[in-house]
C-alpha cells in the first residue's frame, strides 16, 4: 500500500533554515506527481509546492515563492522540500502528499494519500 514518511521538522530560528524529506513506497515513485501541504494551529490545509513526475517543473505557492525548494529523488523514492529564510508564519505541519497523475494539483482536496507530517516551528 502507499506509505509516505515525512522527516526533517524541527526548531528553526527565523531566517533559519530546514531540509524536509518525505520517503515514498508501494507504488512507482518516478510515475506521479508529488506536493508539500502544510496546516498551521487553527487553520486549514494550505498547497505549499508541487513538482512534475520526472522533475521538469517545479509550482510554489506565493507565500513560499522564492524562499522553498521542492526536488525529488526518483533513485531513492524521496521528495524534498528545502526551506530557506524561515518565517514565524512558516510554522505549521508538513505533509507530503501524491497526486493522481504525473503532474500536480494545487487544491489539497485533489491528493488521495497523505504521510503523517513532520511539525516546523519558526521562533527566536
Not at 533559519?16 to 498551521?40: H, P, V
Not at 521538469?56 to 526536488?71: E, H, L, P
Not at 524534498?80 to 508538513?94: F, H, I, V, W
Amino acid at each position: 500500500q502507499v506509505q509516505l514518511v515525512e522527516s526533517g521538522g524541527g526548531l528553526a530560528q527565523p531566517g533559519g533554515s530546514l531540509r524536509l524529506s518525505c520517503a515514498a513506497s508501494g507504488f512507482t515513485f518516478s510515475s506521479y506527481g508529488m506536493s508539500w501541504a502544510r496546516q498551521a494551529p487553527g487553520k486549514g490545509l494550505e498547497w505549499v509546492s508541487g513538482i512534475r513526475s520526472d522533475g521538469s517543473d517545479t509550482y510554489y505557492a506565493d507565500s513560499v515563492k522564492g524562499r522553498f525548494t521542492i526536488s525529488r529523488d526518483n533513485t531513492k523514492n524521496t521528495l524534498y522540500l528545502q526551506m530557506n529564510s524561515l518565517k514565524p508564519e512558516d510554522t505549521a505541519r508538513y505533509f507530503c502528499a501524491k497526486a493522481k497523475t504525473s503532474s500536480i494539483a494545487t487544491i489539497v482536496h485533489e491528493y488521495g494519500y497523505w504521510g503523517q507530517g513532520t511539525q516546523v516551528t519558526v521562533s527566536s
